[in-house]
Each structure stands twice: as structure tokens, then as C-alpha cells.
């Protein structure tokens, strides 16, 4: 078990630092990425404050809670596309003959799938959240205690499952459609919205298809109407909702990895 454990540690180990000697060939690449997506942030909270200030807080949440909540958000979202990206691609692997590989080496085909790409230009994602949670929990008075640090490192943790069970469970549809690009991509501004804004704002429908179906008010939203004590909207759950979220993160994830080696049975190859 032990060694077994070590040699999954270093392929994972290899496959990264082959990752980062490719993506440090393009400089240029990761200089514009590195300008892009910090503008793309911070373009984002600036908008916020727009809508706050012209008009009025968004269902109660004002500008310093909603830049708590877009942070938390933009966070998990940056660990996820560090480790989880490859699960955006299954649909051109299966097409290009990609996926025969992970099939022919003798190890779990899941594993090889998201350590086959360490996303090291993803970390750059990371900066702009962290520096806009760290403000927002400033002007939102989050108070560092050592039970809601344990409790945000939980929350992180589950925040990250969830993405990555939501794209693996898309990302398997491939096996039987081959192509899914339209729904990640679909599901790609589905998250950005429903991370970005108060999730009560939404009609209660929307607030139970998020919050029981496709839980991703788990993300961000639940998390952070309990550290500011700000109303959920209605929608009550026993215990705390910081707890939930790694919990639903797992559950989420168990059940996405079912769906996956489901798929890979019907998966025909790529075909000549």
C-alpha cells in the first residue's frame, strides 16, 4: 500500500514538472495571461461596486460582503484550474485518440487524467482572488479566529470538489456524445454568475436547482452568509453551512466519479 502510494506520488511529481518546463516555454504566453486575468478580476469587483453604489445592495448584500463572497469564490476556482483543467478537455481526448493512452498504462485512468496536467500558469487565477478575499474580509470584518480559519480551509477544500465533480460528471457525456464543449462552456458562466452574486437574489427555483441539484450555492454563497451572518434567503439546513460544503463537496465528487467509469464503458476510441 505504501509503495504503491509513493509510485502515485512520483508519476505525479514527474507529470508536473513536465508541465511546468512546457508551459515556461512560451513566456510570452504567461506575461499576457499574467495581464489578462487580473484585469478580468478586478474588472469584475469594480463592477460590483458600480451596481452597488448607483443603485442599491443586491438583495441586503452590500459591496463589502459581496466582495467577500466573490473572493472566496475566485479562489476555489483558481486551485480548481491548477489541478482539475484537464477535466474541461475529455471531449478532445476521446476524439483525438488522447484517452487510449491513459487506457494502456497500468494505472487508475482517472488519476493519470488530472495529473497528466499540472495547470502551473493557473496559479496566476490564485493572486487576483486571494488579494480580493483578503480585502473583502477586511472591509467585511471576518474575524480571523481559529474556528473560521478550520472552517474556510473546509470550505476551500469543498469548493474545489464540487467544481471538479460538476466538470467531470460534463466532461464524461463526451463517451457518449464525443462532443461537450457547448455545455462546459455553458457551465462555465453558470458558475461565474452564480459565484459572483448573492444566490437569494435568484427566484426560489433557481435557489433549490443550486442548492440541491447542482449545489454550487456550497461554493461561495452558503459559506459566506454564516461567516458575516448575512440571510441565506430562506433555505435552512441543521448545522452549519461551512460544514456542509466539504461534506456536499465529497458526496459530489464520489458520485462524479461513479458517472465517470460509466461513461468509460461505452467510450468505442478514436477510430482510424
Not at 487565477?125 to 474556528?147: H, K, M, N, Q
Request: net charge neutral; charged share 10%.
Amino acid at each position: 500500500m505504501v509503495s504503491s502510494i509513493k509510485h502515485y506520488v512520483s508519476v505525479a511529481s514527474c507529470f508536473a514538472r513536465l508541465a511546468v518546463q512546457r508551459q515556461l516555454e512560451y513566456p510570452l504566453f504567461l506575461f499576457s495571461w499574467l495581464l489578462m486575468i487580473p484585469i478580468q478580476y478586478f474588472s469584475g469587483i469594480w463592477m460590483l461596486k458600480i451596481i452597488v453604489d448607483r443603485f442599491q445592495p443586491l438583495n441586503g448584500w452590500d459591496f463589502p460582503q459581496l466582495t467577500f463572497l466573490y473572493g472566496l469564490g475566485l479562489i476555489s476556482h483558481g486551485i480548481f484550474v491548477v489541478f482539475f483543467i484537464n477535466t474541461w478537455s475529455i471531449d478532445q481526448m476521446v476524439i483525438n485518440g488522447g484517452f487510449d493512452r491513459l487506457l494502456l498504462r497500468p494505472m487508475n485512468v482517472f488519476f493519470q487524467l488530472i495529473a497528466s496536467y499540472v495547470n502551473f500558469i493557473g496559479l496566476i487565477d490564485c493572486i487576483p482572488g486571494i488579494i480580493i478575499f483578503i480585502y473583502g474580509c477586511e472591509i467585511a470584518g471576518f474575524e480571523w479566529s481559529l474556528v473560521n480559519v478550520g472552517k474556510l480551509i473546509l470550505v476551500l477544500i469543498g469548493g474545489i470538489l464540487i467544481r471538479a465533480a460538476l466538470f467531470t460528471s460534463l466532461g464524461a457525456i463526451a463517451f457518449w456524445t464525443k462532443r461537450n464543449g457547448s455545455m462546459v462552456g455553458f457551465a462555465l458562466a453558470m458558475l461565474e454568475r452564480a459565484t459572483m452574486y448573492p444566490l437569494s437574489m435568484y427566484p426560489y427555483f433557481l435557489q433549490a436547482l443550486f442548492t440541491f441539484v447542482i449545489p454550487i450555492g456550497f461554493i461561495s454563497f452558503y459559506p459566506a452568509a454564516e461567516f458575516l451572518g448575512t440571510d441565506n434567503g430562506g433555505l435552512e439546513l441543521p448545522l452549519s453551512f461551512a460544514l456542509w460544503t466539504p461534506a456536499v463537496g465529497l458526496a459530489c465528487f464520489l458520485l462524479a466519479s461513479v458517472i465517470f467509469r460509466y461513461g468509460m464503458k461505452n467510450y468505442e476510441s478514436a477510430g482510424s
